[in-house]
T-cell receptor
Framework: GNSVTQMEGPVTLSEEAFLTINCTYT??????LFWYVQYPGEGLQLLLK?????DKGSNKGFEATYRKETTSFHLEKGSVQVSDSAVYFC?????????????FGKGTHLIIQP | DAGVIQSPRHEVTEMGQEVTLRCKPI?????LFWYRQTMMRGLELLIY????????DSGMPEDRFSAKMPNASFSTLKIQPSEPRDSAVYFC?????????????FGPGTRLTVL
């Protein structure tokens, strides 16, 4: 079946550091890939997405590239801020059409220290 | 836009009681999803609806759980009877259509505690 694996953390970085959160997936067909972010006490918000191989999603300085050959969708940011502290979820949407439910990774807790 | 609305935000109940969680999707969205989040299992899809019709309820843990969507603007998730292991945050999400890659918009969640 479909699955998503990501580093769980917590990941602690200093402000302005470079960020990478790894995400790999197992899926049949050609899924869409997502990164969602959850701030304390809130629901999940879409951060970025990619719907086909080699697509790059980007938003708020974050980027991730859909790599089919390595089944990966790693999240990167060149210079993190304290306000980026949150839990980040990698997710895949099933292929074949239809708004199916998402399969999520366990989430990575990111802590940015000033 | 109001976004996805869930109520209540917090619910504390005793084992054996009935619990009803409510969700109002974004107007115009035709797909609705219920997820459960726990520390042990992370985020799990429970059930989803397209055009008010349940499509896949394979994630519903057992018969104590049921979900309905009587119209395009309202859905409920009911647990009867509730048990302490049902304690979790329950999220509702909606999406505009059924195309691959469509974005799901999440509500703020209901934090359920069963004593």
């Amino acid at each position: 079946g479909n699955s998503v694996t990501q580093m769980e953390g917590p990941v602690t970085l200093s402000e302005e550091a470079f960020l990478t959160i790894n995400c790999t997936y197992t899926a049949t067909g050609y899924p869409s890939l997502f990164w969602y972010v959850q701030y304390p006490g809130e629901g999940l918000q879409l951060l970025l997405k990619a719907t086909k191989a080699d697509d790059k999603g980007s938003n708020k300085g974050f980027e991730a590239t859909y790599r089919k050959e390595t089944t990966s969708f790693h999240l990167e940011k060149g210079s993190v801020q304290v306000s980026d502290s949150a839990v980040y979820f990698c997710a895949l949407g099933h292929s074949g059409g239809g708004a199916d439910g998402l399969t999520f990774g366990k989430g990575t807790h990111l802590i940015i220290q000033p | 836009d109001a976004g996805v609305i869930q109520s209540p935000r917090h619910e504390v109940t005793e084992m054996g009681q009935e619990v009803t969680l409510r969700c109002k999707p974004i107007s115009g969205h035709n797909s609705l999803f219920w997820y459960r989040q726990t520390m042990m299992r992370g985020l799990e899809l429970l059930i989803y609806f397209n055009n008010n019709v349940p499509i896949d309820d394979s994630g519903m843990p057992e018969d104590r759980f049921s979900a309905k969507m009587p119209n395009a603007s309202f859905s409920t998730l009911k647990i009867q009877p509730s048990e302490p292991r049902d304690s979790a945050v329950y999220f509702c999400a909606s999406s505009l259509d059924q195309s691959p890659g469509t974005t799901q918009y999440f509500g703020p969640g209901t934090r359920l505690t069963v004593l």
